[in-house]
């Protein structure tokens, strides 16, 4: 979202779609072991006969499951296609990619282990036994996409035979965001749930929960009205009407939604496309509250409503406005907070403290970490009054408000004694690596730059440019030929996109003159004549990207997937700096078993010094703060402070006195092993050491050494490697590898717009 508040549409392809769902496997999660299976004794122990132990335990005490197997951190997601997302009745087996995803959110979000279970049957009674049938091996049921009234009578029932969490996601998830919304929106136009008339326009699952649940929290019957395709819900109307429709039949005279919504303090849209009309907003109350959450486009956008109605406090269910409902920000930690006690059920009490913990959390004020994500300052106010998805915060604030209710109603197997401990293991359990990426990308949107891709005839980058394009990320400035980019466009399926990207083409560029004469003023002393310098803005297309750059043709410059790293530093070295001398570093950003660390130099130092060495750990601290990370640098060696005595090691421990003269304002330490700059049993071996933590910024002796400890790192143990991150040059520019996927570019194309580790 710009500062203007206007808002960047992304677009994604059925190709890219398809892409992400194939590659690097189909699908998008696997099963990984969480115990050693390596020797005999392992497989004695997880199989024959070890595993007959806690077989007799459970068989003993039934309560034992959830110590001895995974069963108290599992959910199932079940659906049967009958309702999926706005596509309808697909079937079972087509609603497998959304279940896989919300598996996928479960475990991002909350650490949740979750498996999508698709049922082959539109008939109740079935869903009902069959998920019965399965209680014992998990924690929670969500249900999903399962189409109404159904929805309803497999739920209620469910509830009644199971003694473990049933959920269905698209009834209360979204009932839960809109109660948490709802509650600061209220808050900010003076007005009590108690007394504010709501209409409610869509009387399937979503609607009538949330309904059920403001209801609950305190809003009265007679001031609620639900609508449906034939207009108010009335006492005594007859036609389209169910047993769940006639708990809300309001005694009105209204019969339609434009007189329904004539001095109406709220409005919540669960409908279609253009529902509301700007009269219709207009004849609200003063400070209307209006939560069109209709996807993928809402009832009336932001602009519309405000437009006619500029004190109206307004809410969507997309991403690319402010106040977004999301039901990620509930059912992760419905059932974290569920999971942890044992619950035999999620009620009603624990989905109103998960509303009114969400509507707190957004009342507080927003780290910074949180604030530079999103690339815009985030204040409590009618631009934001629900939490953001990314906020880390959620994790532990949430589930403990959840778990104390259910603790609270008498739901909870296994009460939490220690709240505070429990706290702490919540913000334990969260990999900080994908809030990073997601905070760069979010930067890089908020920038918008114009990116250039400077390797046209590469389709994995022209493939990146598209999908920055279309992702609403900023304009692709892609330098090649336009026919040959066509071409490789259209072998991927890609060649309607064309259209939409910018190809520059060196051999006709209106700047050439301008390109040449720059390139000739830095190379006449170095060898070039007029003439060479020429060539080599024409024929190369690293040193023409660069000076599309360098003249302001372009915000960032992306290249490197198609050339090593050090003939495209070379070359870009013609018309930048980006020398040893002049400051410039390269780091590898790490991320991998929840940890992020960052290795220098990866780029430019071939065989560093002291005061080169101080360099790198400064501009790694840079980068690891661009990050959101507070730096903690370790210089590494084969010795632990001065033992064993080597020269190599010597300039490690050199490397801090300087940054001691320099007055350093970050955290470091050296040298030191590995083990003991990551290891905390290690480390307190060494009580003298400055380094309060583990290290997140690894400076090693030479060039050579940070490569192989990357690659060896992303090789034997699957790292996710990024970078490296060029820094200490004065404008955008970062270098791909040769083995970049289209997400790898795409990565370092944020990097850039966001400008991660630049310095001005």
Known sequence: MSDDNTPHRSRITPEEALAYHLEPRPGKYDIVASTPMATQRDLSLAYSPGVAVPVQAIAARPETAYDYTVKGNMVAVVSNGTAILG??????LASKPVMEGKAVLFKRFADVNAIDIELDTEDPDQIINAVKLMGPTFGGIN?????????????????????????????????????????NALELSGKRIEDVRIVLNGAGAAGIACLELLKSMGAQQDNCIMCDTKGVIWQGRTEGMNQWKSAHAANTSARTLEEAMKGADVFLGVSAKGAVTPAMVESMAENPVIFAMANPDPEITPEEAHAVRPDAIVATGRSDYPNQVNNVLGFPYLFRGALDIHARAINDEMKIACARALAELAREDVPDE?????????????????????????????????????????????????????????????????????????RARQAQARM????????????????????GMGQS??????????????????????????VVNASNSRHLEQYHQTLYNRLQRKGYDREDANKLANRDRHVFAALMLAHGHGDGLVTGATRKNAHVLAQIGKVFDVTPAAGAVGITAV?????????????????????????????????ARGLGLEPRVAFLSFSNFGYPVSERAVKM????????????????????????????????????????????????????????????????????????????????????????????????????????????
């Open 87 to 92: 596509l309808g009745n697909l079937g079972a």
């Open 143 to 183: 249900l999903e996409d399962i189409k109404a009234p159904e929805c309803f009578i497999i739920e209620q029932r469910l509830k009644e035979l199971m003694d473990i969490p049933v959920f269905h996601d698209d009834q209360h998830g979204t009932a839960v965001i809109c109660a948490a919304g709802l509650l």
């Open 370 to 442: 949180v604030a530079v994500a999103y690339g815009r300052k985030l204040q409590f106010g009618r631009d934001y009054i629900i939490p953001t998805p990314f906020d880390p915060r959620l994790i532990h604030v949430i589930p403990p408000a959840v778990a104390q209710a259910g603790m609270d109603t008498g739901v909870a197997r296994r009460p939490i004694i220690d709240m505070e401990g429990y706290v702490q293991s919540l913000k334990a359990r969260m990999d900080p690596t994908a809030a990073i990426l997601q905070g760069i990308h979010a």
């Open 452 to 471: 250039i891709f400077a390797e046209g005839d590469d389709p994995r980058v022209l493939r990146a440019a598209v999908a920055w394009q279309r992702g």
């Open 477 to 502: 400035l892609v330098v090649g030929r336009e026919t040959d980019v066509r071409e490789k466009l259209d072998a991927v399926g890609l060649g309607d996109a064309a259209r939409e990207i910018v």
């Open 591 to 623: 991320l991998h078993n929840g940890r992020v660390i960052l290795i220098g130099d990866t780029l430019v130092h071939e065989w560093p010094e002291a005061e080169d060495l101080a360099d790198i750990a400064t501009r790694g601290a840079h980068v």
């Open 653 to 760: 421990a050199h490397a801090t006195e300087v940054l001691d003269r320099r007055g350093a304002d970050f955290e470091y330490e050296g040298e030191m092993t590995v083990d003991v700059a990551l290891n905390p049993v290690q480390a307190a071996k060494y009580p003298f050491s400055r380094l309060t933590g583990p290290a997140n910024v690894l400076v090693v002796p030479a060039r050579h050494s940070a490569s192989i400890s990357v690659k060896l790192l992303q090789e034997m143990a699957g790292a996710t490697v990024v970078g490296p991150i060029l820094t200490g040059v004065p404008d955008a520019i970062q270098i791909c590898s040769t083995g970049s996927t289209v997400n790898d570019i795409l990565n370092m194309a944020a990097i850039a717009a966001g400008r991660v580790g630049q310095v001005q």
